[in-house]
């Protein structure tokens, strides 16, 4: 076997991303993805992501999402498909929403471009959403989508033009790290590296059966409804929009780029293991869409045009896992994103190719240490 400098297990968002930076910096790359590329089967795909930056899941996050936000713009200029586009960004609730409260800790502690709006300020800058009267919202200028299928194709160009290999369509079956390398084992052949990045979602608890790590995997289901006038949704005059109804309900949405409206929801159905997703849309979930859509908006059709399903991959307490294997340092982790993470994941894979490299990562990540719920715990990792 020829001595690799790093493989990389998954080619989503996180490790389209991280092969791109680790050959445009010189690295002997390996890249194995079990599925064809653009799959759908994964936390990747879905035509558009959000991304934004008044983060309510914790200031934190927000100079990692600012970095993330240069790079997309970064590999936009690299191609002439949509990568990012902005349109403000919409987060809307009751006065007590921890979505609110959270946005706008973000947004006053890093002096973020918002303002606070009122139901009647939303119903004046807004008319397609259907707000009540004691209803509030934070306006995050900064805030857009991204395309994910676009990225994660322009990153695999990227790092196919600097010499990096992606096989696709060759599952890994085991890995082993040893003094100074790690083996890594496919249905295909065995490859060495001198260090490992494991950025596979739903797949990570399979790779990593020691850590027990304690992940959770939802079923996800997203769908694109048809506007009686598209003009009013258009992405120059519809933002980007989260939105608390309470009872830990929560739903999430985009502009028409084409496809219709698209909107989400979070929390979906449990799953043990990601080959027992459901992928198909139950009478009782598209009633429930259909619902959301009558309520709360004009001018678009409440009956779906179309679905996808994807994957979550929760932590506990819904942060990233993110950082070195506790007994292997040239193995990285990057997963799980907890539902959240795919604006993230052009900086994840800058994060990732210096973490491969032994490199201070530039950012501080022990919020998102793979082994804080052992350690919370009073546990030690495993030997």
């Known amino acids: ?47 558009t992501r959000i991304y934004r930056t008044s983060y309510s899941e914790g200031p934190e996050y927000v100079p990692l999402v600012q970095r993330a936000q240069v790079l997309w713009n970064e590999l936009q200029r690299s191609t002439s498909v949509p990568i990012i586009r902005k349109t403000g960004g919409l987060f809307l609730g009751s006065p007590a929403s921890p979505l609110i409260a959270g946005a706008l800790r973000s947004a006053e502690r890093w002096s973020l471009q918002h303002e606070r709006l009122s139901a009647a300020d939303v119903r004046e800058r807004y008319p397609q959403f259907r707000v009540q009267d004691q209803d509030v919202a934070v306006w995050d200028a900064e805030a857009g989508a991204v395309f994910p299928e676009n990225c994660m194709a322009a990153y695999a160009a990227q790092a196919t033009a600097a010499g990096a290999e992606l096989h696709y369509g060759e599952p ?6 040893s ?73 999430y949405g985009l502009p028409d780029f084409g496809d219709g409206v698209k909107i989400g929801s979070w929390g979906g159905t449990v799953i043990p293991r990601p080959e027992a997703a459901d992928r198909t849309v139950h009478d009782s979930e598209a009633r429930t869409a259909e619902e959301f859509v009558r309520e709360h908006f004009v001018g678009v059709d409440p009956h779906p045009r179309s679905w996808t399903s994807c994957l979550y991959t929760m932590a506990p307490d819904h942060h990233f896992l993110l950082g070195r294997h506790p007994r292997f340092d040239q193995v990285v982790l990057v997963s799980a994103c907890s539902g959240h993470g795919y604006k993230f994941t052009s900086v994840l894979g800058e994060i ?32």
């Open 179 to 251: 003094e100074g390398a790690v083996d890594v084992r496919t249905r295909a052949g065995e490859y060495r590296a001198r260090s490992l990045v494991v950025t596979s979602g739903s797949w990570t608890p399979s790779l990593f059966p020691d850590l027990a790590l304690p992940l959770r995997i939802e079923r996800q289901l997203v769908a694109w409804f048809s506007p009686s006038d598209r003009t009013s949704v258009r992405p120059d005059r519809m933002p980007v929009f989260l939105w608390d109804l309470g009872g830990d309900r929560e739903k």
């Open 172 to 177: 890994v079956v085991s890995w082993a790290a």
């Open 1 to 47: 076997m020829s001595q690799l400098d790093v493989i990389v297990i998954g080619l989503g968002g996180a490790g389209s991303s991280a092969v791109a930076h680790l050959a445009s910096g010189g690295a002997k790359v390996l890249g194995l993805e079990q599925f064809p590329a653009g799959h759908a089967l994964g936390s990747s795909h879905g035509k």
């Open 352 to 383: 990732a190719a210096r973490l491969a490299h032994g490199e201070d990562p530039g950012f501080d990540l022990a919020p998102f240490d793979p082994m804080r719920f052992s350690k919370s715990a009073g546990k030690t990792p495993p030997n």
